[in-house]
């Protein structure tokens, strides 16, 4: 399956953005973003299992972001609110179609077998 995101921008801190991720096909299995700021690893941000019973956030993003999924549209969502400039990186989202929820591994980028091109979220101060 073919992932696609979209919705980043420039905003400033405090401002919310919605990212979107629309898969060419059905995605059965955890789906998940992940970031990458410049100069460093790309790290996981949210996780959520097939039907969205099972939930994952980062610690740094606990309490501002939502992870949600639209199975019947295909597609992927994370509501970012109060953005900080810290949250400047480029978000990915990824599919993993092989397992079941595991929290261990949907924290993992081995754990996934597509991804999307990338958006570009920056947050100025």
């Known amino acids: 399956v073919q992932l696609q995101a979209s919705g980043g921008g420039l905003v400033q801190a405090g401002a919310s953005l919605r990212l979107s991720c629309a898969a060419s096909?059905?995605?059965?299995?955890?789906m998940a973003w992940f970031r990458q700021a410049p100069g460093k690893e790309r790290e996981s941000v949210a996780a959520?299992?097939?039907?969205?019973?099972?939930?994952y956030y980062a610690d740094s993003v606990k309490g501002r972001f939502t992870i949600s999924r639209d199975n019947a549209q295909n597609t992927l969502y994370l509501q970012m609110n109060s953005l900080k400039p810290e949250d400047t990186a480029l978000y990915y989202c990824?599919?993993?179609?092989?397992?079941?929820?595991?929290?261990?591994?949907?924290?993992?980028?081995?754990?996934?077998?597509?991804w999307g091109q990338g958006t570009q979220v920056t947050v100025s101060s």
């Open positions: 990824a599919a993993d179609q092989t397992t079941g929820w595991n929290l261990v591994r949907a924290k993992k980028q081995q754990a996934y077998n597509s």
């Open positions: 096909g059905r995605t059965f299995g955890t």
């Open positions: 959520i299992s097939w039907i969205g019973n099972s939930k």
